[in-house]
């Protein structure tokens, strides 16, 4: 119990001080870097929970983003329903995807499952820029800027900030909840040997869609919440593969099955991409992605446990 | 119309055979799940537009030049996978993944994100009736078979082609017999590769070449390896005929953007129902699972 009230006090910390940067940054350009740093570590923190709790491996998560960030929108520009609704029912658009591909797909063994994903967000990409009429094709969808809270469009970006943090403490908070709960031991059990776990009388599938479900959550909501933030979304942005690469990569050099570890991957590989991108962006298209993979391949060549899972290991061994 | 979309189809499906043959070599023989495996097609492909820039040699040539070329990328690339090899499956899955981010944005760097053809240097193509065949893909067909002819005699009835089998089915025990099964490992992921870059360079004749491709090639070559029973090189065989055809068809009837989503419903319907493949009666599923958590 108190390394638990511990463990509260220092997320409550990281959280303030989170805000408070967000507070002085004072500029939207820093604002901007920061939004979009949290963003990725709240979909790197959620990707975490399947792929790295329950060690089935997604590379076809922006399936979820990509639903959450059309049902708000479409909801809103047709229906004209306030996304404070929009948003959560994203999420639960979502959650109802992965029920639906779950139940079919989550049997798959490793390398099978994560195919089966690819295959689903393809065919999302193509379903999105086929019904024109509904999500605006290839174009896109554009949210007319007209600030006001039933918009959830603001002036200020750090009310966006606020929203994406708010996102990223929920994430850790139910991540945090998971993990000392009997769903977390069981899914610890199940990633360390399956058919022991299952022999012992633990319904893997069961778990396992469980953290499929709260995963496919969290990526619609977040999808969602960013499609409100940049105020346009298009196939090709919200249904592309490389999206969820990149957003494993971030848990992987982080280190995956830790709460903190897809923090640190976004906290230190998003900046890196931006400043990448603004340097290189023009003459060297491609040239952040090239870097992320090849950080990748290092990560998993000489620390396989990702940056935070190495720290963890020295400090338990120093102690020792 | 429709004998025209299939006999199109059938010559897809031959260079794709390729494709699926030499992934189903390297995930049998040495068990890496090879998520770059598209890439190493697209390298192909853009190996043989090179070799055509600098001196005109048209694909049905410059394969012979494509095959040595993709057999040292594939020997490098197993240098850096093979230290995933026994170790946990998600860092496979993911080096793979890993070093097909860093193929496709190094094509991208050097070759842009142009579609890229090759100019056909045949004016005519061949008239039977009224369908039409071109002489290039014909040839590429006429190669691809010709490759895999000598591929299944190679696996068959050479030393090294039984010893590549041998590791496939046990690897103790072939290493118990003499086999070097490191060399074959190597050996079965550079021939993998080859076959790959060769397709690569034959697709040519029929499809536009550009960086990110390997998404595509990845997938469409999983499907195949599935559909045709894991491991089972001769349903790869029968599989890949079945998509190429699948492809053409749907690319007419229902729109060129569903090419894909048809036999990708197709795919997961067929793991959800058949994991076992299409034509095969021998379950490589239970048994890959065995091998990848022991």
Redesign the interface.
Known sequence: MKLLHNQLFRWAIFFIVLLGAGFFADNNYYLDILITIVFYACMASAWNIVGGYAGQVSVGHVAFLGLGAYTSTILFLKLGVSPIIGIPLGGVVAMALALGIGFLTIRLHGPFFTLSTIAIAEILLVLAIRFHGLTGGSEGLNIPYEPSVYNVVFKSYFVYYTLFVALMAAIVAVISYINTSRTGYYLRAIREDETASSSLGVDILQFKLRALLISAFFTGVGGALYAQYLLFIDPHTVFTVAFSTKVAALSIVGGIGTVIGPIVGSFILTPLEIFLRSQFGGTYQGLYLLIYGVIMLAVIVLIPKGIYGTFVDSKNRNRR | MLLQLIISGILLGGVYALTSMGLSLVFGVSKI?N?AHGDFVVIGMYSALSIYYVTGLGPYISWILVIPISFAIGWLAFQ?IK??IG?????Q???T??????I???L??TF??DYRTMKSSFSSSLEIGNIYISYESLLAFLIAVAVTIAFLWFLNRTDLGRAMRAVSQDKDAASLMGVKVELINVLAFGLGIAMAGLAGGLLLTMYAAY??AG?VYN?LA??IV?LGGLGQVEGALAAAFLIGICETLTGFYI?P??R??VY??F??AI??IR?QGLFSGIRM?KK??HE??A
């Open positions: 799940i998520f850096l230290k995933t170790g946990e499956e998600i860092n899955i993911f080096i993944i890993g070093l097909s981010m860093v496709q944005n190094l991208l760097m842009k994100s960086p990110t998404g997938l999983w499907v599935v729109g953007d569903f894909q989503v990708y419903l795919f997961i793991l959800i994991p599923h890959v699972k990848t958590t």
